[in-house]
């Protein structure tokens, strides 16, 4: 699929939902669950610092028996954030979220946040895109569609 991560954009929005790395790991999760995301970017300033993710709330807080109202983002988050351009492929996408194991990833234009893609996005514009593909073929072999 050599469609670019700027047409799933374009679908379903570039709104970036965030913290700033002192938010207790409370706030960052009553955060998410507002915006019912699975991820919040951790921003100091305009400068994307880190992620935050259920998967740090489950290993890093849960797991690691730490009082999520005094633990700050800061202290838990991912540091090191994937990241990649509108430009990559949905393909290409796909193929980073299965190799690094990870389902968030910020879009990042010109050094600025762009957005941000889940792997449910990229899963849900595959669904969306063999269906359309699946019914016009139907369509096609049912003489519905002129070749």
């Known amino acids: ?21 002192t938010f207790t790991v409370a706030e960052a999760v009553a955060e998410m669950n507002r915006n019912r995301v699975g991820s919040v970017l951790v921003l100091d300033g305009p400068r994307l610092v880190g992620i935050f993710t259920e ?4 290993r890093r807080i849960v797991g ?15 540091a090191e954030v994937l990241s990649i351009t509108p430009e990559l492929t949905i393909e290409e996408a796909m193929k980073i979220f299965t190799e690094k194991r990870c389902r968030h990833l910020p879009v990042v234009v010109d050094g ?31 003489g519905g569609l002129s070749a």
């Open 1 to 21: 699929m050599n469609t670019p991560i700027s047409a799933l954009l374009d679908r379903k929005g570039r709104q970036v939902f965030s913290v700033t790395p």
């Open 55 to 58: 998967r740090d709330v489950l």
């Open 64 to 78: 690691a028996g730490l009082d999520p109202k005094r633990a700050l983002v800061a202290e838990v988050m991912t």
């Open 112 to 142: 600025r946040l762009g957005g941000t893609i889940s792997i449910g996005d990229v899963t849900r514009w595959m669904a969306d895109h063999h269906r359309a593909e699946a019914e016009h073929l139907k369509n096609y072999i049912t």
